[in-house]
């Protein structure tokens, strides 16, 4: 079984450009990255838990998403740990942490698995670990009980 670099390579120019496209709004920049048939995943969170089939309608997804609370809220991505690059695959750990206000920050334990077919995303998966999960619904009750987030 052979590891593919370039893979890991690939993921980072995507999450370069979807950070740009957080910024502006240019969905249009992340359509390299994707088949038009791909898979979105979200689990590990019984509030965010869905899939999305279609590029179109996971740009879709992840913006209504990052409307309905990234951008309501203070947000960075961080690297946690050492990534796994497989044949197919990238799997990143990461923390997605926001802050609202004055409030403590809500630090999200997450794991981002890109798999790949012919250099494009045919699957991508955002696992959020299960010690997240309850913080996270104790955070947005007292800090963004406003807030509705969703994917769909």
Known sequence: MKRDARLLDRFGDYAQDFEKTYLDDDWTRLEPYFASDAVYRVVGSTAWDCE????DQIFAAIRQFVNGFDRKCTRSVRPAGTPFVGTDAVRIPAVAAFTRGDSEELALSIEMIAQYRDGLIVRL????????????RAWIERWASDLHPSYV
């Not at 999305?52 to 590029?55: A, K, L, Q, S, T």
């Not at 998966?125 to 996270?136: C, F, G, K, P, R």
């Open 52 to 55: 999305v089939r279609g590029r």
């Open 125 to 136: 998966t955002d696992v959020i670990s299960a010690e997240s999960e309850a913080y996270m």
